[in-house]
């Protein structure tokens, strides 16, 4: 029922033209498709063995990325139409139920459900709110840039072919994001069936080698695009990084303290960023409208501003000595 309500609600999509409609169908498909993935991987999460955890964790962000990866090319170098983006959501539905129902009726020798009633008396911890203060803060700086990255390319940068431009920057951002999660080996290894405890380092290193790279990205409008080629390429794998490490350690601590709840708000991360920023770019846009400045180095000033809140969060995130609950 919810592959199919996300099909419906999709294929409207291309089709209205009045911008209130768009957005209400927008977060309708947002909303199922979010509590199909959270549901989808709470179970996956909760059967995986000690010893597999760290592998669901890699896996996980491998295919997300390629997922995410797929828009920009498509839209980039496909001429999209109405039939042809109703046929291909059409067929990806029917491939992901085929693959659901097949796996519902097969039998499987899987591990012991950790979790019981979802999301009932649990609480987080202050560590726990630090990390996703972190993790929501460094996505919504990812968003607001691949969001905008046509208009930077073309107002910022003064490039001509902004769109096919930037089809190409998302696609090289997303395949080094990939190779990253591909190269790193495992941060979870296991001890007598028993987990270590991820470095909680490597997310301030992740936060200050972001902000440092796209410092640089943005440092001058004279560059070429193998430059900008270039440094794209050095922040997607540093957002790979990010994508597989925070993974790891929702998944972790999901694992360890028996509680689904912190990777439901991780896995929820994506929509609480697309409201994050696109909060952020309205007050940007109307307050520049009020001024009469150009937007575009504003939108710049946003995407830094995240990244601060970012290297804040994680800082803090590992000073703090005790996992204590909080309500």
Known sequence: MTISLILIVSIFLFKVSNVWI??????????????????????FVSVTPNHMVSFHSKITSLFQLLGIMIAPVYFAFILPSFAINSTVLALLSAYTLLIILVNTQSPTNVAQERFGTLLKGEKLTFQDILFLIYVISLASASLLFSSNTVFLLADYYQMKSSVLKSGVLLTTMNVFAIVAVMRTKSKLKSTNGELLAPSKMIHLKISIGLFIAMISLFLTTAITFWILLFLGALIGYIYGLFY????QYASYY???????LLISLYNNNSSYAVIISSIA????AITTHILGVDITKYIIGCIGLFLIISIVA??????????????
Request: hydrophobic content about 50%.
């Open 22 to 43: 768009f957005v209400l169908f927008f977060i309708i498909t947002r909303t199922v498709t979010q509590f199909l993935v959270n549901v989808m991987d709470q179970y």
């Open 314 to 327: 994680s800082t803090c995130f590992i000073i703090s000595p005790l996992r204590k609950v909080i309500s």
């Open 244 to 247: 597989l490490f925070a993974r």
């Open 281 to 284: 770019l309205f007050a940007t």
């Open 254 to 260: 999901s694992v360890k303290e028996n509680k689904p």
